[in-house]
């Protein structure tokens, strides 16, 4: 967790400034107080962890642009734990999985989604077409109007970024 800034730093009167107007922002956008509070937080954490300049010349642009990826990530997730849930209630009981196993499918789930979501958009698209749609390589060459070599290369990304989620 980052250290809370000085009282008279830029970052704090940035976030004095306009922490009120994200969080109602966000609020209209969720319908939701809460987790309007969590994601304006979040974008505040996003702001402090990533590189930012000195001095932002549009801040309430800056934080949108910040807060707008975090609720679509956000989205996505409420998105898939639905179909998640879904999915389980369809199951018969006898085959249902125990409350431990589905915390650690959903948060298996949310591992997977991020790591998708930390590749570029053409590999993360050319990795579901080719392990959710069973396209073969040369389909997906096709249909991205890439080189074979570049879907490999895609592929490559994909499969390292699921390793890596296997050996931590």
Not at 89 to 110: C, F, Y
Not at 125 to 146: C, H, P, T
Request: aromatic share 8%; glycine share 4%.
């Amino acid at each position: 967790m980052p250290a809370e800034p000085a009282p008279h730093s830029p970052i704090h009167a940035l976030y004095a400034d306009h922490h009120g107007w994200l969080q109602s922002w966000l609020r209209k956008k969720l319908g939701n107080t809460f987790d309007a509070a969590d994601l304006a937080h979040d974008t505040f954490v996003r702001m402090l962890a990533g590189q930012h300049p000195p001095t932002i010349a549009q801040p309430r642009a800056y934080l949108t642009r910040i807060a707008q990826n975090l609720l679509a990530n956000w989205c996505q997730r409420q998105a898939l734990e639905r179909a998640y849930l879904q999915a389980l209630a369809a199951m018969p009981e006898a085959l249902s999985p125990s409350p431990e196993q589905r915390l650690l499918i959903l948060q298996t789930l949310h591992e997977v989604d991020a790591m998708l979501d930390a590749l570029k958009p053409q590999a993360r698209r050319a990795f579901l077409l080719s392990q959710i749609d069973g396209l073969k390589y040369e389909d997906i060459a096709r249909e991205l109007g890439v080189s074979l070599v570049t879907v490999k290369r895609y592929m490559q990304q994909g499969f390292r970024g699921c390793l890596a989620l296997m050996t931590d």
